[in-house]
């Protein structure tokens, strides 16, 4: 084999190296320039990048802010499961965005305010289900104290079968077999009786769902058989004695039963917000809730009501965050009737501000006046001194109009409620206008009507007031002066008034509605209200724009082409309708 083929190939000449060297070091320095323009460029396009996807992050999260804000105003059974629906969309979006640019989520992306609200009442519940828990082991209930204590941390184990077991001894004075057994041992049952164990209904009961009872002569079995508790006597004699407290009409078993209805309240309501895709908050709001408010305000057989039970159960229901949820609580309190229906109208009075004439207002007066009595003032003022200003006065107003009693003793029951109530003013603005001229009382009466529709009252509560008078007072004067409150007021407040006169709330026609809206027609298109007819003209027009088929715009019509045809015609050419 030869010295070439095995040989290494020959070195370049070092004539040739000295040659290109210089171009060789050129070529290297370029290429350093053009690597480090790519870096630069790289940067750049990551930068950019990354840009646009924290701007992707907060235009999205801005998207769903908005649209959980407009859910709120959905019915109530659709914005949990809605609102669920957008934060886990809204989660899942921000962990994509987020792995393609860092690798993980920002801290500080933007939250809608409804979750943030949802956020914040979770951590009050869980701080108030732990203070609910140390209020009810420091009044020596009943309960195992471990149960009690995982529910700081564990609150879902309040809906297990075994504190559901607990509840239920707590409740009826019973205490589960398991423990028994658990904590003194088979040879305890002696003192015992199964309630649960039936020969007809229930012959063969789960072990774990025996409940027992102390048998009445519990004193004498423990002196029988000493060691039938073991080394715990003093722990099962605390038991019993527990037990019998809590059944007892005390102010210790009070207590007990307050921080148990208020930890139950934080428990389903905590859950609830946990579990808004699968809860239904007709069961939650409507069924659970409503009881342990009534149990905790109505104690014993008390015919009255404690404020500070119910400043206490106002404070439960500020948890709710739904303002509809929380008169969905209270609205199915006082199902029966009695006290409890009076705690209705206290917790709903005590937050809204209603009119005398609003059905609530004159059913609460139909309560606490029985047909055919008449209450003592004092009776009354006790309710009413429950109530908010607002509501004090206006039911004064609506016992003095009421059907339950004669119109003399009704006045004088009203004046004697204002007094008790310290209402000075008003019992002066009553007695003066019992001696006020036909004239007077009219304007009285007409300006209250026009209170009525300032405060942005409904249509339905506005004409029942105005029926109420005209039915009562019906003349040319009448009839004018509530053309001048109406036209005084917004054209579409005339407009949907006009168009309930015909019937009655109970759907018979109103045998006024003729006469009265044939003068209220005449006098639209009568060259002397041509101020009030372009008003109405205007209003009705730009209703025509927005939706051509409007209830309130076609009855409208309807009801004025059924007293004046010509001026029906009028009107639509005006508007623009007959064109359409």
């Known amino acids: 084999m030869s010295q070439n083929e095995n040989g290494s190939t020959p070195g370049a000449p070092v004539e040739e190296i000295q040659r290109d060297w210089h171009g060789l070091t050129l070529r290297l320095q370029q290429l350093e320039t053009e690597c480090g323009a790519l870096e630069r460029e790289n940067k750049d396009l990551r930068s950019l990048v990354e840009r646009v996807i924290e ?12 649209l959980a804000t407009l859910v709120t105003k959905l019915p109530i059974n659709d914005v949990g499961v809605v609102v669920a629906r957008l934060v886990e969309h809204n989660v899942h979006v921000n ?52 149960l009690l204590e995982s529910l700081g941390e564990q609150p879902e184990n309040f809906f297990s079968p075994a504190f559901s077991r607990a509840n239920r001894g707590f409740v009826k004075a019973q205490v589960p077999r398991e423990r ?17 164990t039936d020969v ?69 309501l905590l859950h609830y917000y946990e579990n808004q895709s699968t809860e239904s908050p007709d069961v939650v709001f409507a069924q659970r809730l409503p009881p342990l408010i009534e149990q905790l305000v109505i104690t014993g057989d008390s015919e009255l009501l404690d404020e500070k039970l119910i400043e206490s159960a106002e404070k439960l229901l500020a948890h709710i965050i739904s303002e509809d949820q929380r008169k969905a609580v209270v609205n199915n309190i006082g199902k029966p009737g009695g006290l409890a229906r009076i705690l209705r109208y206290t917790l709903t009075f005590r937050m809204e501000e209603l009119s005398d004439i609003d059905p609530l207002t004159v ?36 016992i003095m109009v009421t059907d339950r009693l004669r119109k003399e003793a009704a006045e004088k029951l009203g004046k004697a409620v204002a007094k008790e109530l310290g209402l000075e003013e008003m019992v002066a603005r009553i007695t003066e206008q019992t001696t006020l001229s036909p004239e007077r009382e009219r304007e ?9 529709i300032a405060s942005r009252a409904t249509p339905n509560e506005v004409i029942a007031t105005i029926r109420k008078r005209l ?18 007021a917004d054209p579409m407040v005339f407009v949907r008034v006009f168009c309930l006169f015909p019937y009655l709330p109970d759907g018979q026609p109103d045998p006024l509605a003729r ?42 019509i309807s009801l004025t082409k059924w007293v004046d045809p010509v001026a029906a015609e009028r009107i639509s050419q005006d508007i623009g309708m007959t064109a359409h």
């Open 515 to 556: 006469a009265i809206l044939e003068t209220f027609v005449t006098r639209l298109t009568h060259e002397k209200y041509a101020e009030v007819y372009t008003k109405t003209v205007h209003a009705l027009k730009n209703l025509f724009k927005v939706k051509a088929d409007s209830p309130a715009l076609v009855n409208f």
């Open 95 to 146: 962990e994509v965005c987020a792995s393609l640019a860092k690798g993980k989520l920002d801290d500080n992306l933007l939250q809608p305010a409804i979750l943030k609200q949802i956020d914040k009442t979770k951590r009050d519940l869980l701080a108030a289900i732990k203070t609910a828990v140390a209020d009810l082991l420091a009044q020596d209930a009943p309960f195992e104290a471990g």
């Open 444 to 452: 009285h009466a007409w300006n209250h009507i026009k209170d009525i």
């Open 200 to 268: 007809k209904f229930n012959p063969r009961p789960k072990p774990e769902e025996i409940m027992l009872a102390f048998k009445p002569d519990f004193a004498e079995l423990l002196a029988q058989n000493p060691g039938a508790a073991g080394a715990r006597r003093a722990e099962f004699e605390a038991l019993h004695q527990a037990v019998s407290q809590s059944r007892e009409p005390s102010e210790k078993s009070r207590a007990q039963k307050s921080a148990f209805l208020r930890l139950s309240f934080f428990l389903e």
């Open 55 to 66: 701007h992707r992050q907060k235009s999205h999260g801005e998207l769903v802010n908005l």
């Open 471 to 488: 039915h009562g007072n019906y003349d040319a004067d009448e009839v004018k002066a509530c053309w001048i409150v109406l036209t005084d």
């Open 363 to 398: 059913e609460c007066i139909k309560q606490i006046i029985p047909q055919g009595v008449v209450p003592t003032a004092r009776s009354i003022v006790t309710v009413l001194r429950l109530f908010n200003p607002h509501m004090q006065k206006s039911c004064i107003r609506a």
């Open 180 to 196: 028994i057994i658990r904590e003194f041992g088979e040879q305890s049952l002696v003192f015992f009786k199964d309630v649960t």
